[in-house]
């Protein structure tokens, strides 16, 4: 080296001099920490380091110290740039929060062909008169839809089979289109069906109108079967008919499906997985149980604990990412949420896994009756006789009355996870959520009593699986970084 | 190697100039009178041109009209090139209009001093320059697909820079304009604002970082501080929706912590448009600094796959200069750019019987002759299926 | 076999040991023991009351309550020293000017 060039020490920073920037941490394994900051960046850090590191001892010329400081975990005082980032990304975080609600959800019936045990919303029965959604109902629905400042506008239809009432869905697909001339929103529709009683003609309208489908596959034949009863025992037949015409017709990609994880399901989440890729789906969402419904009446909403389920979790993302690295690509849709928020800085606004919740900003539920409510769960509830989360009824309230409502504010108020007890510390809570109708229906209590809750212990145990993959294994690792991008 | 500057046999010029070339003979009148006339062996002089350029030992014009001889190391000249004449025979080629890779060199004076610069900065006043510029870009075609700005730091010289950018825009406002700087200059709100008000159609800054640690970069570029500038100038240029280009060059002193730089870029400059991975060239600093700076490709070569993996995955743009394609993973095929020259690829013996060299980039020629990496293996042809 | 009631008392040492940083402690064992947390003159004292554990599990558990006792101390130090850095950081996301995406 030539004596005009100074060597690298010259450049080190003066010990001692760093600043901490907000940072949280949770032990892992016997002598490490976890570190995450504000933005969900982290990094591991040995027990006696994070010692040092608050007590500002920690040498420049450490390595870990180049890590803390290129990762934005401590700075020094000229570094600027550090500040303008983390700024930045916490902006880049909230601002999908600015466009307020984009999905809206139409329950258009209550009727259903199936007799799924762990739903509790649908009714058996040819009456129309008391189950189905009236034409006045979409109408004033749609006036509040429009209201939305999203420049986005997904209509989700539900049920019930909404199938049973297509003319209705017919009747709100083509008001909202006739006013989007003039409103000029990124319309979207879907259809929440199961498939079984799909016909040519529904089909001909939804490709007409760009509707796409979403349909439910829960296994093999014998799980799925057992899972979703319908006289003559053939949901799965009639689901596998349906998706081929609908995807005949629709195109592939038209074609969603979601799954519902039963007590049956747990030892069987490989076979659930082939059983997607056999109909030729690219992701699944395995999706644990939500405490409503049937569950919640007879006081047995824990099917499962989150335990089982973490077991069947484990498996199945074992086996994907086993898939994935003999090159079929393959994604898991709760991990990708969880992750999304670990490896960059893109809140996806998962309904229950969002901070502040999501619940009437992320979604809003009009039911058959004209109820809103801020969640499908919590229009659940409201079938179990809790009210708690109803935000009003499209034929008497107003825009104001029911998106200023008490009961969605304090809900919003209540629900961002960095104010929660335990949450407030917790080194999780940048990936993590707040799902308050999941708490106030388990505990009685919006924020949740984290410790004893459910929901914290299936959170905590995939983020610290996904961690722990994550180290293990660089390639695991690329996979999610796709994951997270697509 | 091309000699881009060098000294002219003998020459009647009597002042300093700028000529354009042309071969062809019978241009019209104003536009002879602008262009310096090539003259390639025996043939009619056309009458009307200020100046003629002849070679070696052909004939001089016979009208008597001024000339400069030039000897065989300028047969590359052709028409539409650029030369600067100094009536001391001093030759420059400033434009080649068979090449994409022109770049106007603004200043040599620089505020880093990077360890493989290859362009060593000098502090001597050169502001000269800017005014030879304001001639040249008026004379280059309009046609021309793109042009490069360099320096030294060439935004050292502030408005007079901004001058020159607007200048590209009106004479030659399809041209795509790239240029290389350090990026500190934009860390002026300002500065950056102004840049952006030039409002250039196509226009693109190379900004070098070479680490997510601050002070290895400002180690790299020996000068404390500057990463924190130049991380702020790369996001005010994004702030004014400036197209911004990502260099990194790989060398012993960047290249071991080339993945965590990835993820920094994807987690917080993924607005960026370009990311290029390059090779070192054995140039200026280089060879003073070599014992520091000089790494077989073939020792990072796993380095550059995470790296290269990482920003594609958070769909960055990125690309591999400057490397040899058997020293890289067969991962980093898909970003990797046959680049290094414009006029001719160079190989080594090495090469030989290479299955491959169609696809690879070779070698700078800087390389061939100061040394390159011992690793460098041939692909082997696939045998003929014998039926 | 009648169940013993499994008291345990901690006395912490003020000096050492925040209110808040024992309260935050013992929240996060909500789920394994019952706890009363009050104040002595120098001292924080914590009585945990527990339920069937076995006196191996009982070790355990305040053995993990005694580290979380100091790593929730380690967690206020950084909240109090990062509190205005925090601040300043969510004033410059909420701010007009900064990066327009
Ligand atoms: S719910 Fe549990 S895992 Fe999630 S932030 Fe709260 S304490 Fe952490
Ligand atoms: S042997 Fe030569 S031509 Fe072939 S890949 Fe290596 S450097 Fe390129």
Same mark, same amino acid.
């Given at each position: 080296? +030539?004596? @005009?060039?100074?060597?690298?020490?010259?450049?080190?920073?003066?010990?001692?001099?760093?600043e *901490?920037?907000?940072?949280?941490?949770?032990?892992?394994?016997?002598?490490?920490?976890?570190?995450?900051?504000?933005?969900?960046?982290?990094?591991?850090? @040995?027990?006696?380091?994070?010692?040092?590191?608050?007590?500002h001892?920690?040498?420049p010329?450490?390595?870990?110290?180049?890590? *803390?400081?290129?990762?934005?975990?401590?700075?020094?005082?000229?570094?600027?740039?550090? *500040?303008?980032l983390?700024?930045?990304?916490?902006?880049?975080?909230?601002?999908?929060?600015?466009?307020?609600?984009?999905?809206? *959800?139409?329950?258009? +019936?209550?009727?259903?062909?199936?007799?799924?045990?762990?739903?509790?919303?649908?009714r058996?029965?040819?009456?129309?008169?008391?189950?189905?959604?009236?034409?006045e109902?979409?109408?004033?629905?749609?006036?509040?839809?429009?209201?939305?400042?999203?420049?986005?506008?997904?209509?989700?239809?539900?049920?019930?089979?909404?199938?049973?009432?297509?003319?209705?869905?017919?009747?709100?697909?083509?008001?909202?289109?006739?006013?989007?001339?003039?409103?000029?929103?990124?319309?979207?529709?879907?259809?929440?069906?199961?498939?079984?009683?799909?016909?040519?003609?529904?089909?001909?309208?939804?490709?007409?109108h760009?509707?796409?489908?979403?349909?439910?596959?829960?296994g093999?034949?014998?799980l799925?079967?057992?899972?979703?009863?319908?006289?003559?025992?053939?949901?799965?037949?009639?689901?596998?008919?349906g998706?081929?015409?609908?995807?005949?017709?629709?195109?592939?990609?038209?074609?969603?499906?979601?799954?519902?994880?039963?007590?049956?399901?747990?030892?069987?989440?490989r076979?659930?997985?082939?059983?997607?890729?056999?109909?030729?789906?690219?992701?699944?969402?395995?999706?644990?149980?939500?405490?409503?419904?049937?569950?919640i009446? +007879?006081?047995?909403?824990q099917?499962?604990?989150?335990?089982?389920w973490?077991?069947?979790?484990?498996?199945?993302?074992?086996?994907?990412?086993?898939?994935?690295?003999?090159?079929?690509?393959?994604?898991?849709?709760?991990?990708?949420?969880?992750?999304?928020?670990?490896? +960059?800085?893109?809140?996806?606004?998962?309904?229950?896994?969002?901070?502040?919740?999501?619940?009437?900003i992320?979604?809003?539920?009009?039911?058959?009756?004209?109820?809103?409510?801020?969640?499908?769960?919590?229009?659940?509830?409201n079938?179990?006789?809790?009210?708690?989360?109803?935000?009003?009824?499209?034929?008497?309230?107003?825009?104001?009355?029911?998106?200023?409502?008490?009961?969605?504010?304090?809900?919003?108020?209540?629900?961002?996870?960095?104010?929660?007890?335990?949450?407030?510390?917790?080194?999780?809570?940048?990936?993590?959520?707040?799902?308050?109708?999941?708490?106030?229906?388990?505990?009685?209590?919006?924020?949740?009593r984290?410790?004893?809750?459910?929901?914290?212990?299936?959170?905590?145990?995939?983020?610290?699986?996904?961690?722990?993959?994550?180290?293990?294994?660089?390639?695991?690792?690329?996979?999610?970084?796709t994951?997270?991008?697509? | 190697?091309?000699?881009?500057?060098?000294?002219a046999?003998?020459?009647?010029?009597?002042a300093?100039?700028?000529?354009?070339?042309?071969?062809?003979p019978?241009?019209?009148?104003?536009?002879?009178?602008?262009?310096?006339?090539?003259?390639?062996?025996?043939g009619?002089?056309?009458?009307?041109y200020?100046h003629?350029?002849?070679?070696?030992?052909?004939?001089i014009p016979?009208n008597?009209?001024?000339?400069?001889?030039?000897?065989?190391?300028?047969?590359?000249?052709?028409?539409?090139?650029?030369?600067?004449?100094s009536?001391?025979?001093?030759?420059r080629t400033?434009?080649?209009?068979?090449?994409?890779?022109?770049?106007i060199?603004?200043?040599?004076?620089?505020?880093?001093?990077?360890l493989?610069?290859?362009?060593p900065?000098?502090?001597?006043?050169?502001?000269?320059?800017?005014?030879?510029?304001r001639?040249?870009?008026?004379?280059?075609?309009?046609?021309?697909?793109?042009?490069?700005?360099?320096?030294?730091?060439?935004?050292?010289?502030?408005?007079?820079?901004?001058?020159?950018?607007?200048?590209?825009?009106?004479?030659?406002?399809?041209?795509a304009?790239? &240029?290389?700087?350090?990026?500190?200059?934009?860390?002026?709100?300002?500065?950056?604002?102004?840049?952006?008000?030039?409002?250039?159609p196509?226009?693109?800054?190379?900004?070098?970082?070479?680490?997510?640690?601050?002070?290895?970069?400002?180690?790299? &570029?020996?000068?404390?501080?500057?990463?924190?500038?130049?991380?702020?100038?790369i996001l005010?240029?994004?702030?004014?929706?400036?197209?911004?280009?990502?260099?990194?060059?790989?060398?012993?002193?960047?290249?071991?912590?080339?993945?965590?730089?990835?993820?920094?870029?994807?987690?917080?400059?993924?607005?960026?448009d370009? &990311?290029?991975?390059?090779?070192?060239?054995?140039?200026?600093?280089?060879?003073?600094?070599?014992?520091?700076?000089?790494?077989?490709?073939?020792?990072?070569?796993?380095?550059?796959?995470?790296? &290269?993996?990482?920003?594609?995955?958070y769909?960055?743009?990125?690309?591999?200069?400057?490397?040899?394609?058997?020293?890289?993973?067969?991962?980093?095929g898909?970003?990797?750019?046959?680049?290094?020259?414009?006029?001719?690829?160079?190989?080594?013996?090495?090469?030989d019987?290479?299955?491959?060299?169609?696809?690879?980039?070779?070698?700078?020629?800087?390389?061939?002759?100061?040394?390159?990496?011992?690793?460098?293996?041939?692909?082997?042809?696939?045998?003929?299926?014998?039926? | 076999?009648?169940?013993?009631?499994?008291?345990?008392?901690?006395?912490?040492d003020?000096?050492?040991?925040?209110?808040?940083?024992?309260?935050?402690?013992a929240?996060?064992?909500?789920?394994?023991?019952?706890?009363?947390?009050?104040?002595?003159?120098?001292s924080?004292?914590?009585?945990?009351?527990?339920?069937?554990?076995?006196?191996?599990?009982?070790?355990?558990?305040?053995?993990?309550?005694?580290?979380?006792?100091?790593?929730?101390?380690l967690?206020?130090?950084i909240?109090?020293?990062?509190?205005?850095v925090?601040n300043?950081?969510?004033?410059?996301?909420?701010?007009?000017?900064?990066?327009?995406?």
């Amino acid at each position: 080296m +030539t004596e @005009k060039f100074l060597p690298v020490q010259d450049y080190l920073p003066d010990s001692g001099t760093y600043e *901490l920037l907000p940072f949280k941490f949770e032990p892992v394994g016997a002598d490490e920490v976890i570190l995450t900051n504000l933005t969900g960046e982290f990094l591991y850090l @040995k027990r006696e380091k994070l010692d040092s590191l608050v007590s500002h001892r920690l040498a420049p010329s450490d390595a870990d110290y180049r890590a *803390l400081r290129a990762r934005h975990f401590i700075r020094q005082p000229n570094d600027r740039a550090t *500040l303008d980032l983390l700024a930045l990304k916490t902006r880049t975080r909230l601002s999908r929060l600015a466009n307020f609600t984009n999905l809206h *959800l139409f329950v258009v +019936t209550l009727r259903c062909d199936h007799a799924c045990h762990y739903c509790q919303v649908s009714r058996q029965s040819e009456d129309r008169q008391s189950f189905d959604m009236s034409e006045e109902t979409a109408d004033r629905a749609l006036d509040l839809v429009f209201r939305s400042p999203n420049p986005a506008i997904k209509i989700e239809f539900q049920g019930g089979e909404p199938l049973l009432n297509f003319p209705l869905v017919r009747y709100v697909v083509e008001k909202a289109e006739q006013r989007n001339r003039v409103e000029r929103r990124d319309l979207q529709f879907v259809v929440a069906t199961t498939l079984s009683m799909v016909t040519d003609e529904i089909l001909e309208f939804c490709r007409v109108h760009g509707i796409h489908i979403s349909t439910s596959l829960d296994g093999p034949e014998d799980l799925h079967n057992r899972n979703r009863p319908r006289p003559g025992r053939d949901s799965h037949r009639k689901f596998t008919d349906g998706l081929k015409k609908a995807r005949d017709v629709l195109g592939y990609d038209a074609v969603s499906a979601v799954m519902t994880t039963s007590p049956a399901s747990l030892p069987r989440a490989r076979e659930i997985v082939d059983e997607y890729i056999e109909h030729g789906f690219d992701s699944i969402f395995l999706r644990p149980l939500s405490p409503y419904g049937f569950a919640i009446k +007879t006081k047995s909403y824990q099917a499962y604990d989150a335990g089982s389920w973490l077991e069947f979790y484990r498996a199945g993302m074992d086996y994907i990412i086993d898939l994935n690295k003999r090159g079929v690509r393959f994604v898991e849709h709760y991990s990708s949420v969880i992750l999304k928020k670990m490896l +960059t800085n893109d809140d996806p606004m998962f309904v229950d896994l969002m901070s502040p919740c999501g619940a009437g900003i992320s979604a809003v539920v009009f039911n058959y009756d004209g109820d809103v409510y801020a969640s499908d769960e919590s229009r659940m509830l409201n079938e179990m006789g809790d009210a708690t989360f109803k935000l009003g009824n499209v034929h008497s309230d107003s825009y104001r009355d029911i998106f200023a409502s008490d009961a969605l504010l304090s809900v919003l108020e209540d629900s961002f996870a960095s104010s929660a007890p335990m949450c407030s510390d917790c080194a999780f809570e940048p990936w993590c959520g707040a799902d308050p109708v999941f708490h106030h229906a388990t505990q009685g209590d919006i924020l949740g009593r984290k410790p004893e809750s459910e929901f914290c212990k299936r959170m905590m145990g995939m983020i610290r699986y996904l961690l722990d993959v994550m180290r293990a294994d660089p390639q695991a690792k690329s996979i999610f970084m796709t994951w997270v991008n697509s | 190697m091309l000699t881009l500057s060098g000294s002219a046999l003998e020459t009647g010029l009597t002042a300093p100039a700028l000529f354009r070339l042309t071969t062809v003979p019978d241009l019209p009148a104003p536009l002879r009178a602008q262009r310096a006339f090539l003259m390639r062996g025996l043939g009619d002089v056309p009458e009307g041109y200020p100046h003629y350029l002849v070679f070696d030992r052909d004939p001089i014009p016979a009208n008597g009209a001024a000339f400069t001889r030039l000897d065989e190391k300028f047969a590359y000249l052709s028409d539409d090139d650029i030369v600067h004449l100094s009536p001391h025979g001093h030759v420059r080629t400033l434009f080649r209009s068979a090449s994409n890779h022109n770049s106007i060199l603004l200043t040599e004076q620089c505020n880093n001093y990077c360890l493989m610069c290859s362009q060593p900065p000098k502090r001597k006043d050169d502001r000269w320059i800017v005014d030879e510029v304001r001639q040249l870009v008026p004379m280059m075609p309009r046609t021309t697909k793109s042009l490069g700005i360099t320096g030294g730091e060439p935004t050292l010289f502030g408005d007079d820079f901004l001058d020159i950018i607007r200048l590209c825009k009106s004479w030659l406002p399809t041209t795509a304009l790239h &240029v290389l700087s350090n990026g500190r200059s934009f860390a002026d709100v300002g500065f950056a604002r102004n840049y952006a008000a030039v409002d250039h159609p196509a226009l693109t800054v190379g900004i070098p970082v070479y680490s997510d640690d601050p002070s290895r970069h400002d180690y790299v &570029v020996q000068e404390k501080g500057a990463f924190d500038e130049t991380i702020r100038g790369i996001l005010n240029l994004k702030r004014f929706g400036q197209r911004v280009e990502i260099r990194v060059v790989v060398h012993k002193q960047t290249f071991e912590r080339l993945p965590e730089l990835a993820e920094f870029i994807a987690r917080n400059l993924v607005f960026v448009d370009h &990311v290029a991975l390059m090779g070192l060239e054995m140039m200026g600093f280089t060879r003073a600094n070599l014992d520091a700076l000089w790494i077989d490709p073939i020792e990072y070569r796993d380095e550059l796959s995470a790296a &290269v993996a990482v920003l594609r995955a958070y769909r960055i743009p990125v690309s591999v200069y400057n490397h040899q394609l058997c020293l890289i993973n067969p991962d980093v095929g898909i970003a990797y750019v046959k680049s290094i020259s414009d006029w001719k690829n160079e190989y080594v013996p090495e090469c030989d019987g290479c299955a491959r060299r169609d696809e690879c980039g070779g070698f700078f020629s800087s390389g061939v002759k100061h040394g390159y990496s011992p690793s460098i293996k041939p692909f082997p042809h696939r045998h003929p299926a014998v039926d | 076999m009648m169940k013993k009631i499994k008291m345990i008392r901690l006395e912490l040492d003020r000096s050492i040991y925040s209110d808040e940083a024992v309260q935050k402690a013992a929240y996060r064992f909500i789920d394994r023991f019952a706890a009363i947390v009050s104040r002595a003159d120098n001292s924080i004292v914590v009585e945990i009351t527990f339920g069937t554990e076995s006196s191996n599990q009982r070790e355990h558990v305040v053995a993990d309550f005694k580290k979380e006792l100091l790593d929730q101390n380690l967690r206020l130090r950084i909240k109090t020293e990062t509190e205005a850095v925090r601040n300043l950081i969510l004033a410059y996301a909420f701010s007009k000017s900064g990066l327009q995406e």
